[in-house]
């Protein structure tokens, strides 16, 4: 089995049994992003090839002398390019490489990795400031689908998604703000955790009013995803991976298109159904009950937007000035004209609704392990577009509109976890998300760990996805 095949935890144990070198891993996996990215796109920037064979020398000058960091000692990695990596620059997608600014410091996450001995080889690919799932930007060329080339990839997280699935790195950071740990896992056959909020630590940590957006594990086992969230969250702030009883069947509730309320191309509601039948026969439809100020689907989108003008929106004018706003692509001038156009009042109601919503989610889990819906509710597009303009009839009037299934779990600050559904008849990928208890983080992955053992979902190995 080739070096990039093998799983995460299978090649730190090759090289901590000094099976395989630190030089020899980094150097499968920077070949492999040496044919691939070209055509891919899967980072923003990558540090030069003999710099980052030099610190995996280093690595491996380490385990001689008896140092052994962690699991994650000699594995390269890439990190979202939203977040600081002390020496490299960070572009969000809005500044090109030559012109960000260059990290003096790592994120907390960041720290983390390091710590754990990882070799850092570049930033992977992200939208302008992370918006929108599709990884475009005007910096660089776009992420292409790990099936497909031409067509999306997801986003924001889409660089690291194809990164994992393509065998460029063992894993991946990724952050989710709407599903940018869902849906690009979901379009690219690979797994990916939205954690609880506050368990992965932020470097805009604000524990008076935390924000939406955290930061996650994007992986091809679960017990890969389990360690790097682990890694990412810091010691001893993640349960031990709490698997089911033997025998336990996972009672799911299948929340659908939210009783028709979301509209879904062709296929994606049967495939993903069908991947939630092959795990447990204890399936059931389930339409969300209304609670305090959630009285239905409808209310969903207005909450949503609401509260995501004021969160993305006002980052975004405390953080640039006008000059620089005018370069902005349309969604992240879109934002900042709806925060600016935001009423208290309209913030308050959002809020309530907010509220409303996650005891209607807890209401549904007190019978339920898990709440099942697909990661997105259209197959990827052509690369060439912004965002698709309709599904079917329905036309998306926003850059994000045909994602809104990716809300609840961020509305409600439930962990959530994207799986392989399976392919349509184009080999695309689609994928089911999982919603879980409140801090059940760990939980929810012995569910899928579960569901990993039984067959139900496959997450195939790079050299099956891409053949190079």
């Not at 790990?146 to 067509?151: D, F, G, I, K, M």
């Not at 139900?456 to 891409?466: D, K, L, N, Y």
Request: glycine content about 12%; aromatic content about 6%.
């Amino acid at each position: 089995m080739r070096i990039v095949d093998r799983s995460a935890l299978d090649q730190s144990r090759a090289i901590q049994q000094r099976e395989i070198s630190c030089v020899e891993v980094v150097r499968a996996h920077l070949d492999r992003v040496d044919v691939l990215d070209g055509s891919h796109h899967a980072f923003s920037s990558r540090r030069p090839r003999d710099a980052v064979l030099a610190d995996a020398a280093e690595r491996d000058d380490e385990l001689a002398r008896g140092i052994w960091r962690g699991w994650m000692h000699g594995l390269p990695h890439g990190v979202k390019d939203l977040s600081d990596v002390t020496g490299l620059p960070t572009t969000m997608g809005f500044r090109h490489v030559a012109e960000a600014p260059v990290a003096t410091a790592d994120d907390p996450f960041v720290a983390h990795l390091r710590a754990s001995g990882v070799v850092f080889i570049g930033k992977t690919n992200t939208p302008e400031f992370g918006l929108g799932s599709h990884t475009y930007n005007a910096i660089g060329p776009t992420t292409g689908n790990v099936a497909n080339p031409l067509l999306s990839a997801g986003g924001s997280s889409g660089g690291a998604a194809v990164a994992v699935a393509a065998g460029m790195v063992p894993v991946a950071d990724g952050s989710d703000f709407m599903g940018s740990l869902r849906n690009p896992p979901g379009w690219n056959g690979v797994l990916g955790l939205r954690p609880t909020v506050g368990l992965v630590p932020a470097a805009t940590d604000d524990s008076a009013a935390p924000g939406s957006g955290v930061d996650g594990p994007i992986a091809r086992t679960v017990a890969d995803l389990h360690a790097l969230l682990a890694t990412m969250a810091g010691p001893g702030r993640l349960a031990p991976l709490s698997l089911p009883p033997l025998g336990a069947r996972a009672r799911i509730a299948w929340l659908g298109d939210l009783g028709g309320y979301l509209p879904f191309a062709d296929g994606i509601i049967e495939i993903c159904r069908e991947a939630v039948g092959r795990w447990s026969d204890d399936v059931v439809t389930v339409t969300l009950p209304s609670v305090g100020g959630f009285t239905g689907s409808d209310q969903l989108w207005p909450a949503w937007q609401s509260i995501r003008h004021h969160e993305v929106g006002s980052w975004l004018a405390a953080e640039f000035d006008e000059a620089e706003i005018a370069t902005m692509k349309p969604e992240a001038q879109w934002e900042l004209a709806g925060f600016r156009a935001l009423s208290s009042r309209q913030l308050a109601h959002a809020r309530l609704v907010r509220a409303g919503i996650r005891r209607s989610l807890l209401s549904a889990l007190e019978h339920f392990d898990l709440l099942a819906l697909p990661t997105a509710q259209c197959w990827p597009f052509p690369s060439t577009l912004h965002w698709p303009g309709a599904i079917g009839s329905v036309p998306m009037d926003t850059y994000h509109r045909w994602m809104e299934v990716t809300t609840l779990a961020t509305l409600a600050g439930l962990p959530a976890m994207s799986i392989p559904a399976g392919t349509n008849e184009d080999g695309l990928h689609m994928g089911v998300q999982l919603i879980g208890r409140p801090g059940g983080d760990a939980e929810l992955l012995g569910w899928a760990a579960q569901a990993e053992r039984a067959g139900v979902f496959e997450v195939r190995a790079p050299t099956q996805v891409v053949d190079v």
